[in-house]
């Protein structure tokens, strides 16, 4: 037989095999059942013996055990329970074992005057007798069973010991996984827990020896070298706070994969591992209707700026798992495009017409590529977000964050598009700087169009996201793995910060969700200070570095906020957004501002735009009706012309 011969029968035996095993695991567990009805009919006419009034024939016996013969595996097929349909020592399993043996009972009951003949009274006292029995040893039987496989296995030789930090469902998962498993890496030898109902718990074997207080004790009593934090949703405070108290006492902090990773299947319970900045932040899972998600993009043409991006990037890899009719990508960055098509298709051709290079800068380009894709959705995601060179240009940040913006824009209402995203920033809310300014001017003229266009125009405002490109957790990694000096601006300075996944699926949810005219404002949990990042990074890599503090730059707060005064936190449509109405500015007042200024002058010019009178409940902080304020403002602008000098 040929090589390929062999291996295109390889898995049609494979099959054979596992089908041959269930089909033996069935009929063993169908000829137990079988016995234990055996064993308990006679066991009953054994104990009741003062009922029979005579002993029964050989054809008498014959016929009973025909009847369990017949009976028995057939109520048993009837409740599912030798189909595999069930998991073994699982309540499931324990109804359909009762429902076999009740309908078994039930139907030899009704059969018992013609099995057995010559008695005084009902044969069915015996049979309901033999049927308590049979149910007791069928579940018992199943219960040794369950009990074998859940045995304590030796681990490995040189198997680590842990003391696992959480008695719940998950610690739990784990300390059962790690004793059963054949040759695991680590071995518990200790729980704590900070729940004083389970000080005498045990599981497994292994006993809760107290609270986070008794680490140290715990430790040394038991030799352990690592602290695994087994808990399903633990806040970022929890977590920080049991890796530091694990380093103090020479514990190795490890942490339980998350939900998601075990969801996805790339991590099992056992494959503990070291705490991750988002383990450190305690991130909650996010939940968003994925149907009403999936439903709202299928079908669509979505067009997509800034696709290079961090946040264009993680949109572009999301949308295309929606089922769309044509996913749009559009950025300047040619090295960007090509990363994300081959990260997207597994190859960088960049022929495809998907894949557009342009800026948003040029009206005319903007304006013929979405005459040519009419697309249905537009998530405008290209900006420039470095605050420091803003300072110093803020020419390039109103080209860009702005007349960009613009042209976007009228672009996406010219072709009639049926919803706008903008991806704004936290730095728009009370903003001090040309990137804040100009982010919250992009708020404004989105809720201009808005107003005019026949789609749902909106924007959504964040913090920091994890590991995007320039953000403050790769400069300070990149410093650290360089061994210079991390450097920090304020020993108080805080930020916002979530997952670029997490932000993307608030992103499309807020598609869903969003009114015209609206900012949507995510849920950030809470600030992190940048110096507490900067000694977990440090702690984490074990470099031998200073930390360094530079004191604050132009345009920077100590403390970021979500919301601008004035904005309320009000959540009509889902727990994590927050929906606030955007006062708009007529494109008029923007188009006018000479770049050619000094630069001092276009920063005051960019934050007299930006200033408004912010809503408060629909109705702006000074008193007028909403529908007033956004007639006046579309006219005038927030404060007259006056504002444009």
């Given at each position: 037989?040929?090589?390929?011969a062999?291996?295109?029968?390889?898995?049609?035996?494979?099959?054979?095999?596992l089908?041959?095993?269930?089909?033996?695991?069935?009929?063993?567990?169908?000829?137990?059942?079988?016995?234990?009805?055996?064993?308990?009919?006679?066991?009953?006419?054994?104990?009741?013996?003062?009922?029979?009034?005579?002993?029964?024939?050989?054809?008498?016996?014959w016929?009973a055990?025909?009847a369990?013969?017949?009976?028995?595996?057939?109520?048993?097929?009837?409740a599912?329970?030798?189909?595999?349909?069930?998991?073994?020592?699982?309540?499931?399993?324990?109804?359909?074992?009762?429902?076999?043996?009740?309908?078994?009972g039930?139907?030899?009951?009704?059969?018992?005057?013609?099995?057995?003949?010559?008695?005084?009274?009902?044969?069915?006292?015996v049979?309901?007798?033999?049927?308590?029995?049979?149910?007791?040893?069928?579940?018992?039987?199943?219960?040794?069973?369950?009990?074998?496989?859940?045995?304590?296995?030796?681990?490995?030789?040189?198997?680590?010991?842990?003391?696992?930090?959480?008695?719940?469902?998950?610690?739990?998962?784990?300390?059962?996984?790690?004793?059963?498993?054949?040759?695991?890496?680590?071995?518990?030898?200790a729980?704590?827990?900070d729940?004083?109902?389970?000080?005498?718990?045990?599981?497994?074997?292994?006993?809760?020896?107290?609270?986070?207080?008794?680490?140290?004790?715990?430790?040394?009593?038991?030799g352990a070298?690592?602290?695994?934090i087994?808990?399903?949703?633990?806040?970022?405070?929890?977590?920080?706070?049991?890796?530091?108290m694990?380093?103090?006492?020479?514990?190795?902090?490890?942490?339980?994969?998350?939900?998601?990773?075990?969801?996805?299947?790339?991590?099992?319970?056992?494959?503990?591992r070291?705490?991750?900045?988002?383990?450190?932040?305690?991130?909650?899972?996010?939940?968003?209707?994925?149907?009403?998600?999936?439903?709202?993009f299928?079908?669509?043409?979505?067009?997509?700026?800034?696709?290079?991006?961090?946040?264009?990037?993680?949109?572009?890899?999301?949308?295309?798992?929606?089922?769309?009719?044509?996913l749009?990508?559009?950025?300047?960055?040619?090295?960007?495009?090509?990363?994300?098509?081959?990260?997207?298709?597994?190859?960088?051709?960049?022929?495809?017409?998907?894949?557009?290079?342009?800026?948003?800068?040029?009206?005319?380009?903007?304006?013929?590529?979405?005459?040519?894709?009419?697309?249905h959705?537009?998530?405008?995601?290209?900006?420039?977000?470095?605050?420091?060179?803003?300072?110093?240009?803020?020419?390039?940040?109103?080209?860009?964050?702005?007349?960009?913006?613009?042209?976007?824009?009228?672009?996406?209402?010219?072709?009639?598009?049926?919803?706008f995203?903008?991806?704004?920033?936290?730095?728009?809310?009370?903003?001090?700087?040309?990137?804040g300014?100009t982010?919250?001017?992009?708020?404004?003229?989105?809720?201009?169009?808005?107003?005019?266009a026949?789609?749902?125009?909106?924007?959504?405002?964040?913090?920091?996201?994890?590991?995007?490109?320039?953000?403050?957790?790769?400069?300070l990694?990149?410093?650290?793995?360089s061994?210079?000096?991390?450097?920090?601006t304020?020993?108080?300075?805080?930020r916002?910060?979530?997952?670029?996944?997490?932000?993307?699926?608030?992103?499309l949810?807020?598609?869903?969700?969003?009114?015209?005219?609206?900012?949507l404002?995510?849920?950030?949990?809470?600030?992190?200070k940048?110096?507490?990042?900067?000694?977990?990074?440090?702690?984490?890599?074990?470099?031998?570095?200073?930390?360094?503090?530079?004191?604050?730059?132009?345009?920077?707060?100590?403390?970021?906020?979500?919301?601008?005064?004035g904005?309320?936190?009000?959540?009509?449509?889902?727990?994590?957004?927050?929906?606030?109405?955007?006062?708009?500015?007529?494109?008029?007042?923007v188009?006018?501002?000479?770049?050619?200024?000094?630069?001092?002058?276009?920063?005051?010019?960019?934050?007299?735009?930006?200033?408004?009178?912010y809503l408060v409940?629909?109705?702006?902080?000074?008193?007028?009706?909403?529908?007033?304020?956004?007639?006046?403002?579309?006219?005038?602008?927030?404060?007259g012309?006056?504002q444009?000098g």
């Amino acid at each position: 037989m040929s090589d390929e011969a062999a291996t295109a029968i390889a898995p049609h035996w494979h099959l054979r095999d596992l089908a041959r095993r269930r089909w033996i695991k069935a009929g063993v567990e169908a000829a137990f059942d079988v016995g234990m009805w055996a064993i308990s009919l006679l066991a009953a006419a054994r104990v009741l013996r003062d009922v029979l009034a005579a002993q029964a024939t050989v054809d008498d016996l014959w016929r009973a055990a025909l009847a369990v013969v017949t009976l028995t595996p057939g109520c048993g097929l009837l409740a599912g329970l030798y189909r595999g349909r069930c998991q073994r020592g699982s309540l499931d399993e324990v109804g359909r074992v009762a429902l076999a043996a009740t309908t078994a009972g039930l139907c030899l009951a009704l059969l018992a005057p013609m099995l057995v003949s010559g008695q005084r009274q009902p044969p069915q006292t015996v049979v309901l007798a033999g049927a308590g029995l049979a149910l007791l040893g069928m579940l018992g039987g199943r219960y040794v069973a369950f009990a074998v496989r859940l045995r304590s296995r030796p681990a490995a030789r040189f198997a680590v010991k842990i003391i696992v930090f959480g008695a719940g469902a998950a610690g739990e998962q784990l300390i059962r996984r790690l004793v059963t498993l054949p040759g695991a890496a680590y071995r518990p030898v200790a729980i704590l827990d900070d729940d004083h109902e389970k000080r005498q718990l045990r599981i497994h074997g292994v006993p809760v020896v107290g609270n986070r207080t008794r680490m140290a004790e715990a430790a040394a009593s038991t030799g352990a070298e690592v602290l695994v934090i087994a808990l399903g949703r633990a806040s970022g405070q929890v977590i920080r706070d049991l890796t530091a108290m694990a380093e103090d006492c020479r514990l190795v902090p490890k942490v339980i994969p998350s939900v998601q990773e075990l969801l996805c299947g790339t991590a099992q319970i056992e494959s503990v591992r070291d705490p991750r900045i988002s383990d450190l932040l305690g991130r909650r899972p996010i939940k968003t209707d994925l149907a009403a998600i999936t439903s709202h993009f299928a079908g669509k043409r979505v067009l997509v700026t800034g696709a290079g991006g961090s946040i264009g990037s993680e949109l572009c890899r999301q949308l295309h798992k929606l089922g769309l009719a044509q996913l749009i990508m559009l950025d300047r960055d040619e090295s960007a495009l090509h990363a994300l098509e081959l990260a997207l298709y597994g190859h960088g051709l960049l022929v495809a017409d998907e894949i557009v290079l342009a800026s948003i800068r040029s009206p005319a380009r903007m304006q013929h590529i979405f005459d040519q894709f009419r697309p249905h959705m537009v998530f405008h995601a290209a900006a420039l977000k470095h605050l420091p060179l803003l300072e110093r240009h803020p020419a390039e940040a109103l080209r860009t964050n702005v007349w960009g913006t613009l042209a976007v824009l009228e672009a996406a209402m010219a072709c009639g598009a049926e919803s706008f995203v903008n991806i704004s920033t936290d730095k728009a809310a009370n903003p001090v700087s040309v990137l804040g300014h100009t982010k919250r001017i992009a708020e404004r003229i989105t809720a201009h169009m808005a107003a005019r266009a026949s789609g749902t125009y909106l924007s959504v405002r964040f913090g920091n996201v994890l590991g995007s490109r320039g953000s403050v957790l790769t400069a300070l990694t990149a410093q650290i793995s360089s061994g210079r000096p991390v450097t920090v601006t304020h020993p108080d300075v805080s930020r916002y910060f979530m997952t670029g996944d997490e932000a993307v699926q608030l992103v499309l949810q807020a598609a869903v969700v969003g009114r015209s005219g609206e900012v949507l404002v995510f849920d950030m949990g809470d600030p992190v200070k940048i110096a507490d990042l900067a000694h977990r990074l440090l702690a984490m890599s074990a470099a031998e570095t200073e930390i360094v503090y530079t004191s604050l730059r132009p345009g920077e707060k100590l403390i970021e906020e979500l919301l601008a005064h004035g904005e309320e936190d009000t959540r009509p449509c889902h727990p994590l957004i927050t929906q606030v109405p955007v006062p708009p500015l007529a494109p008029a007042q923007v188009t006018a501002l000479d770049p050619n200024l000094a630069a001092e002058e276009l920063r005051a010019a960019l934050a007299r735009c930006s200033a408004s009178p912010y809503l408060v409940a629909g109705r702006p902080a000074d008193g007028r009706s909403h529908a007033a304020s956004l007639a006046a403002v579309a006219i005038m602008g927030p404060a007259g012309p006056a504002q444009l000098g």
